[in-house]
Nanobody, 120 residues
Framework: QVQLVESGGGLVQAGGSLRLSCAAS????????MGWFRQAPGKEREFVAR????????SYAASVKGRFTISRDNAKNTVYLQMNNLRPEDTAVYYC?????????????WGQGTQVTVSS
């Protein structure tokens, strides 16, 4: 069983930056593909970014490409989401997800989420 705990959310003005962290339990973090998803009020959860188990491959939703960067530190069992040039439409609960795979296709594990609010 893998537990994921997100942190780093908060309130920021448009144009600002935040860095989300997701700490994972377990000794096999380096074998897990990881990703970030988000859910805005009244909307379905949507994909934001993902990173392969080795960190060698990343992909992003079109809406965040060029502004967000996903990375991981396997020595610290942590995945990050650096969010720059934030917009009010980025406001959502952000969830960390993981799967025992090289590439995240379907998540096996989810965190509880961290709120990100971007004011205009």
């Amino acid at each position: 069983q893998v537990q994921l705990v997100e942190s780093g959310g908060g309130l920021v003005q448009a144009g600002g930056s935040l860095r989300l962290s997701c700490a994972a339990s377990g000794r096999t973090f380096s074998s897990y593909a990881m990703g970030w998803f988000r859910q805005a009020p009244g909307k379905e959860r949507e994909f934001v970014a993902r990173i392969s188990s080795t960190g060698g491959s990343t992909s992003y939703a079109a809406s965040v490409k060029g502004r967000f960067t996903i990375s991981r530190d396997n020595a610290k069992n942590t995945v990050y989401l650096q969010m720059n040039n934030l917009r009010p439409e980025d406001t959502a609960v952000y969830y960390c997800a993981g799967a025992s795979a090289v590439v995240l296709i379907k998540a096996d594990y989810w965190g509880q989420g961290t709120q990100v609010t971007v004011s205009s």
